[in-house]
């Protein structure tokens, strides 16, 4: 069994690393490209991971949130577009876009009143906003549910090929 970290300040790529109980090493065989040096570097910050480390990490440890992560907290356009979203069961994801979609639903008609002449007045803000926000937590809500999805197809809770042609045929 490999040696756990005591370290408290653990970075999610170690600490997904170690969920999979992979030592630096038995990582760097499975990563392929990255070696145990600079897998060690990456863990303690003392370099920043390329989307390409990052991607592999998130393949071969079949956890997808690390891409999720890397674009909301590391990559400069990301931490300004890209909102993390946590993996959380899936009841609960689908009882946060419900909320959420019945909140639109019942401003639905304010919504039309406030875009309609295509600019936004100064009494109307307060509303656009808010309008606004309850459509990004759908938006997350949304991405929530796709990462969910995700981490099942990586550890094979979904079958990846049924899913694809699946989804193909609903296109």
Known sequence: MPRISTKDNKTVYQQIR???????????????????ERLERIESRKFNAQPDEILAMAEKYQAPELCNYYCAN???I??????EVKV?????????????LNSMQKRQERMIEITSDGNIQDE?????????KELEKISVAVETLQ??????????????????????KSN
Request: glycine share 4%.
């Open 74 to 76: 590391e990559c400069a």
């Open 88 to 100: 959380k069961d899936l009841s609960g994801i689908i009882l946060e876009l419900l909320a959420s």
């Open 18 to 36: 170690e969920e999979k109980e992979l030592t630096r090493e038995k990582a760097s065989e499975l990563l392929e490209f990255i070696s145990p």
């Open 124 to 132: 109307e803000l307060a509303d656009f906003i808010s309008i606004q």
């Open 78 to 83: 990301g931490q300004r577009y890209v909102p």
């Open 147 to 168: 990462l969910w999805v995700e981490r099942k197809l990586a550890d094979g809770s979904i079958d990846p090929d049924e899913y694809n042609s699946m989804k193909e």
